[in-house]
C-alpha cells in the first residue's frame, strides 16, 4: 500500500535558525496536506497542495510540492518558539484515504 | 475547531474489557475517521466512515469495530482491550470540497 516517509524525525534548532522537514510517498499523490500539533494537542491542518511544483507561503512557513506529486516540502524561517511541536504530511491518491507520515518533532531552543 | 468531541477524554480499564468512544460532530459532514496516535508511529487510521452505516476499514483496523448510526456520532469500539490499545485516539472529519480533515481533542486510552 502507500506510503509516506517523512525526516528527519526530530530536530533541535536555536531560535532564529531555518527548519526544514521533507515528505517522500512511495506513489504519486493526488494532494499532499501539512498539519502541526502542539505538544498534548491534535493535529490542526495547515495547508493543502495540489499542482505539480506548486509553492505556497504561510508567513515563514514555505511548502512546496514536488514535480513528480511524490514529494514535499515544510521550510520554516527564523523559527521560534511558537513553532514548537510536530510537523506532519499526509497524502493520498485518488478518493482513498489520507496517509500521515511519521511527523519531525521541532524543538527551538531559546 | 471544526465542532468536533470525543467522550471520554480519559480512560483506563482493564485487558478484556469492551471500551467504546464516541465522536460527535456538528456540521453535518459525511466523512468521519478514527486514529490512534503511538510514539514512533504518527496517525493510523482504524476505520472510517462514509455515511450512515457506510464504513471501512483502515490500516490497523483488527480489534476494532465502528458504528454509525447517525450522522453526527460515530463509534469505535474495542471488544476486549489489549494493552497493544493503550494509546491516544483521535477522531478527525473531511473538510467540504477538500480533503483537509479537523480533528477533535483526542481520548488517551490506558488498557492495564
Known amino acids: 500500500g502507500q506510503q509516506v516517509m517523512q525526516i528527519p524525525q526530530y530536530q533541535h534548532v536555536q531560535e532564529g535558525e531555518d527548519f526544514t522537514t521533507y515528505c517522500n510517498s512511495s506513489?504519486?499523490?493526488?494532494?499532499i496536506q501539512w498539519y502541526k500539533q502542539r505538544p498534548g494537542g491534535h493535529p490542526v491542518f495547515l495547508i493543502q497542495?495540489?499542482?505539480?511544483?506548486e509553492v505556497k507561503k504561510q508567513k515563514r512557513l514555505t511548502f512546496q510540492f514536488g514535480e513528480a506529486k511524490k514529494n514535499s516540502s515544510l521550510h520554516i524561517t527564523a523559527t521560534q518558539t511558537t513553532d514548537v511541536g510536530t510537523y506532519f504530511c499526509a497524502g493520498n491518491s485518488g478518493n482513498t484515504p489520507l496517509v500521515f507520515g511519521k511527523g519531525t518533532r521541532l524543538s527551538v531552543i531559546a | 475547531d471544526a465542532g468536533i468531541t470525543q467522550s471520554p477524554r480519559h480512560k483506563v480499564t482493564e485487558t478484556g474489557t469492551p471500551v467504546t468512544l464516541r465522536c460527535h460532530q456538528t456540521e453535518n459532514h459525511r466523512y468521519m475517521y478514527w486514529y490512534r496516535q503511538d510514539p514512533g508511529h504518527g496517525l493510523r487510521l482504524i476505520h472510517y466512515?462514509?455515511?450512515?452505516?457506510?464504513?471501512d476499514k483502515g490500516e490497523v483496523s483488527d480489534g476494532y469495530s465502528v458504528s454509525r448510526s447517525k450522522t453526527e456520532d460515530f463509534l469505535l469500539t474495542l471488544e476486549s482491550a489489549t494493552s497493544s490499545q493503550t494509546s491516544v485516539y483521535f477522531c478527525?472529519?473531511?473538510?467540504?470540497?477538500?480533503?483537509?480533515?479537523?480533528f477533535g481533542p483526542g481520548t488517551r486510552l490506558t488498557v492495564t
Open positions: 478527525a472529519i473531511r473538510g467540504g470540497h477538500t480533503y483537509e480533515q479537523y
Open positions: 497542495l495540489v499542482k505539480s511544483g
Open positions: 506513489t504519486t499523490l493526488s494532494n
Open positions: 466512515s462514509y455515511g450512515v452505516k457506510d464504513t
